[in-house]
């Protein structure tokens, strides 16, 4: 018997996240939104059973319909609050990065979710990618012997139309800026594949372009890791006139390796010493992608049915969640405070950014 699915936000990624609940026969019962428009034209687009609720109240829908497993796909500044909610009814959540807007509510989803027994995936997709995958395999066989160096790179446009088509965007409240919503998918792989153990970033940020955003649009920092390697994060949505690139580069004593493409799913270069015939098949992967979110949506969702089925913890888990959002929110710290910001980071919000431009 399948699993009882809903969906709570029915905005631009929602897309990914039914074609990922259909792909992954879940029992789809309830999407939620606060606007109608947005529940129908999911409807018409995936010819959905009429049979499944309609809901403008989260609360209504999980009481009513009780499924096992909810996705919010809500603007950010709602995440923690209502993936609390859920945890609280006993319910596993995917949850849509950032996992949350605060270390405090981070925490609280860990500890909630540990308490009550239930699964939390964050959603950091990206890390299904096949050219990660591939890069993660040879991390972990160390084959790169010992880090030098990394980088990540995502190098994007948002222009006006994007944001005033959900007037939540760019602000403190809601959403973050460029680093908070567009690349906090890279900076997630960049600190999983460098060692995810941090001992200090150091951070600058710039609102250049996007004057009508309370936010950044531009974010620069740099990370040291406690196994030694150091790396850079260059974050924008300033480049003209659209989508470059979000590029991953990582550097060893015995290996180079770049992923590229327009969401890392590219391999670009692939030098190891010791190479094999199989290394000589990595060389020059591209993995074919319709958008910037690529295609892990799918493989998150059944990775997420596998841990609720045998009861262990989620590929990307809630922890990994808070690893992802803990790096921004100290580059943000780091520009409110003009200095090296040393990790773990006790408590810091991206309201309290509030003013910064």
Not at 186 to 202: A, N, P
Request: glycine share 8%.
């Amino acid at each position: 018997m399948s699993l009882k699915y809903a969906l709570i936000g029915c905005g631009r990624i929602s897309v990914n996240h039914i074609s990922a609940a259909i792909k992954n026969e879940l029992n789809i019962v309830g999407l939620c939104d606060l606007i109608q428009e947005n529940i129908d034209d999911k409807f018409r687009r995936f010819e959905l059973n009429e049979s499944i609720g309609k809901y403008i109240d989260y609360k209504e829908m999980l009481n009513t319909e009780k499924p096992d497993v909810v996705a919010i796909a809500t603007e950010s500044g709602l995440h923690a609050e209502i993936a609390l909610y859920c945890i609280d009814q006993g319910i596993n959540v995917i949850i849509e990065k950032p996992m949350a807007m605060s270390i405090k509510d981070a925490n609280e989803i860990i500890k909630r979710s540990n308490q009550k027994g239930v699964k939390v995936a964050a959603c950091h997709q990206n890390r299904f990618n096949l050219a990660i995958q591939e890069l993660r395999k040879a991390i972990d066989s160390g084959r790169f012997g010992k880090l030098s160096h990394g980088s990540i790179h995502v190098r994007w446009n948002r222009n006006e139309n994007y944001y005033t088509q959900a007037p939540w965007r760019g602000t403190w409240a809601q959403d973050g800026g460029a680093l908070m919503n567009q690349c906090i998918h890279g900076i997630d792989l960049l600190r999983w594949v460098m060692g995810d153990d941090i001992s200090e970033i150091y951070g600058a940020t710039r609102q250049q372009f996007h004057d009508y955003l309370e936010a950044e649009d531009v974010g620069m920092a740099v990370i040291k890791f406690k196994n030694g390697a150091i790396a850079t994060i260059e974050g924008t949505t300033n480049v003209f006139p659209q989508n470059l690139e979000e590029t991953l580069y990582l550097f060893g004593q015995k290996g180079t390796v770049k992923i590229g493409g327009k969401s890392t799913n590219n391999i670009d270069v692939w030098d190891f010493a010791d190479e094999t015939d199989y290394d000589k098949k990595n060389k020059g992967l591209q993995e074919p992608t319709s958008n910037v979110y690529g295609n892990g949506h799918s493989s998150l969702y059944a990775d997420m049915i596998e841990s609720i089925m045998n009861n262990r913890k989620p590929y990307v888990d809630a922890i990994a969640g808070k690893n992802a959002l803990e790096v921004v929110l100290a580059i943000y710290k780091s520009q409110k405070e003009g200095r090296p910001i040393v990790l773990p980071l006790d408590e810091f919000s991206s309201l309290d950014m509030v003013g910064e431009f």
